[in-house]
């Protein structure tokens, strides 16, 4: 990665903010390497005020990727290293991820055709967590008392967070089962902190819209033989919310893949095994980029 102008986009899910990302935007920035995480509208500190789509959530990123190149670009015009964007995304920041992907190889396309001059920015490759393009989840229905339990272990957990039966009577009988199989201290922090953070942040109209793109549908497993970057796609063999099967199927038909699937691990495996996932993103990276 040395011999080029890299920069990472590390993109959030829902609930989420740009806190949640900074496992692997610390990791970078030690590398050397800028990484930006954004809050997504309607997430964290960018607030929303009225309705919005999807759609709205890509090209506010898609205008994030112009407007840092440009900067770029006037900032280093006798440089010849074209700033490049690897981008990851955790969950819904692994859908927008595909999204932005799809755009450039499409721009990309248009381009050398003659059919649109206009340069996107350079997408170098994909790291894609707990995702897919036709994301499919198992999570049962949840009881009102496993809600209450996981308000109680959050609580708890910010009383006494050195304890472990609040995680045993009230995390492993809430919510937080779906979501984690390690119950240690360390994910009981990012729970409690990050992630109440985030649920407190995300705004009613991030709600609706995802709602409403979940009732559409939805599914880019027939675009994906258009992106031919490296990706790397990453799954938790328990994630109830987004399924290792559906991540397995987007891995399969992206040309340049690499799959890795971890188990005794739910949708939140960054703060299950944060190390090993780094470690083995740390590994990819130096052997595609």
Not at 111 to 134: C, E, F, R, Y
Not at 138 to 154: C, G, T
Not at 177 to 198: E, F, M, N, R
């Amino acid at each position: 990665m040395s011999d080029r102008r890299l920069k990472v986009l590390c993109l959030h899910g829902h609930p989420g903010n740009s806190e949640a990302m900074q496992i692997f935007a610390q990791y970078f920035y030690d590398l050397g390497i800028r990484a930006i995480a954004p809050d997504l509208r309607g997430y964290g500190n960018c607030k929303a005020t009225v309705n919005f789509t999807m759609l709205d959530h890509i090209q506010d990123l898609w205008d994030l990727l112009e407007s840092d190149r440009q900067s770029d670009r006037q900032d280093l015009l006798n440089d010849y290293l074209e700033t490049e964007y690897l981008i990851l995304g955790w969950s819904l920041g692994g859908i927008l991820a595909i999204e932005l992907a799809l755009r450039a190889a499409e721009l990309q396309n248009s381009a050398q055709n003659n059919l649109d001059p206009k340069i996107a920015p350079k997408i170098a490759g994909l790291i894609l967590i707990a995702t897919a393009a036709n994301p499919r989840s198992s999570l049962p229905k949840v009881a009102w008392w496993e809600y209450a339990n996981l308000v109680i272990a959050v609580a708890l957990h910010w009383i006494v967070p050195k304890q472990q039966w609040h995680i045993e009577w009230f995390g492993k009988r809430s919510l937080i089962k779906y979501l984690i199989q390690q119950h240690t201290q360390g994910a009981y922090d990012q729970i409690s902190h990050t992630g109440a953070k985030a649920y407190l942040q995300t705004s009613r109209f991030a709600q609706r819209a995802l709602m409403q793109a979940l009732r559409r549908g939805y599914d880019r497993t027939g675009d994906l033989a258009k992106i031919q970057i490296p990706c790397l796609a990453i799954a938790a063999e328990q994630d109830r919310h987004i399924t290792a099967a559906s991540t397995i199927e987007t891995a399969k038909l992206l040309p340049n893949c690499e799959f890795i699937s971890y188990p005794n691990t739910a949708h939140l495996l960054p703060w299950e095994i944060g190390d090993r996932i780094l470690a083995d993103i740390d590994s990819w990276c130096n052997r595609q980029l």
